[in-house]
């Protein structure tokens, strides 16, 4: 039986290979990401970024 130490471990890998393949797949949709991190879905933009669009 596996310990809770290898099962965290294991889950912990697990959730990191799900996130790639989930963050890959919305760059691939078109998805920008910020550098802090944030998904932006297509065609919104940060309010004050000048793009044509901004809500003011």
Known sequence: MASNEEVWEAL???LAAFGSRE???RLAEGWIETDE???IPP??????S???????
């Open 50 to 56: 000048g793009n044509v669009g901004d809500s003011v």
């Open 23 to 25: 963050k890959a797949k």
């Open 12 to 14: 912990v890998k697990r």
């Open 37 to 39: 991190g944030n998904m």
């Open 43 to 48: 065609s919104w933009v940060r309010a004050g």
